[in-house]
């Protein structure tokens, strides 16, 4: 059993990512013989291997450890698809915007921490991500909702009719990132315009900061789901923090992230000051196999948050180090008493449940813990070694509607994309807890 005591060192902190990266990466079987390189098993949807791969290349970022890097570069490159975008026909059935989304921004990920290149012949991180962005800002609807990504891609799927605060703060994170990297503004005007059309539309509850699930088409987005999961502000969170370090400190992207910083505390407990919940579903106990990995991906982005905002380093971290030691006494489970269970605030008493999410979010918020002891994510001028692809994922014609063409010239061209989604099935209908 993994005890707070890890927090000790830099020596023991990495310990601690390594066990939970061991427990999370034994779930994966897409290097077996016959199984799809990048798939998990059932009951995990594709988005959450996207998810996973991004926490291991995080996972090389702060600890060095490059064991998992094989595994990690066959799957990121393996499901990219026929137009290198991460449209890949084994997930028509299934892919939304949001699992494309997160894919793209594992790839993202790879190139702001210099994670290896992959083989010159190879699609590249950044022409990944841009890919991805690309195709999705050529979804961008303005029929209904005056904007805004759907929830699916393809009009043959369950949820085509709903557009929600993933898949719009996927790409809204994404572009924000992009605009850092590469300095290219058609990114950070994407940015801009992705945070006003979800405060417009009410996704985003001011002055509070609640970050809602989305809303139907069909009644122009006025039927909003009020179920908050936090993910949504931390996406969001990340995104906006990027742009308050691409804008030189901008006051409205400072208020932003000052301000999402303080709509988190719903996500963490009042009765264990500090540790991370999920308020939706954790208390009665009605999270799904999705659910149950969101607190790593609030761990993964307060953590980038300070990098790219000094100023809100001592809040995030005080919560980040109640919640890793937290995690650590929940990580007792198994035949080793070393497998994380979901409820941190149970403290030791293993909670009995076992899972990518659980060991992801355990291992998120342990090597979170590192952040101080890494450089800051590099750009095209600071270092970065991946090669873009500026007309990726868009054939290379189309320019990025909403925009003037005038703001995008040869060089600086940005192609214009398509929308993908986290399919949360069972997260809409299947929890009724809601913030007013």
Known sequence: MLTASFLSSIASIKAAAKTAAYGLV?????????????????????????????????????????????????????????NKDYMTPNQTKTEGNDDQGFWGMAAMSAAETKFPDPPADKPQWLALAQAVFNSQALRWDTQYCNGGLRWQIFTFNTGYDYKNTISNGAFFNL?????????????ADWADKTWEWSQAVGFIKMPEYYFYDGAHTTLNCTDINRIQWSYNPAIYLSGAAHMYNLTNGEEKWKTRVEGILNGTSLFFSPTVPNVMYEVACEGPGTCNTDNKSFKAYLSRWMAATTKMAPFTYNAIMLRLRASASAAALQCSGGPKGETCGLKWTEGAKYDGFTGVGEQMSAMEVFQSLLITKVDPPVTQITGGTSQGDPSAGSGGTSPQPGLSSNAINKKDRVGAGILTILVLIGAIGGVTWIVL
């Open 175 to 187: 572009a924000a990132r992009l605009a850092r990297y590469t300095g290219n503004q058609t990114y």
């Open 26 to 82: 034994k779930f994966y079987t897409g290097n077996y013989t016959g199984d799809t390189p990048g798939n998990l098993p059932q009951p995990y949807y594709w988005w959450e291997a996207g998810a996973m791969f991004g926490g291991l290349v995080d996972y090389y970022y702060y600890t060095g450890d490059g064991q998992y890097n094989e595994i990690t570069t066959q799957a990121l490159l393996s499901q990219v698809g026929p």
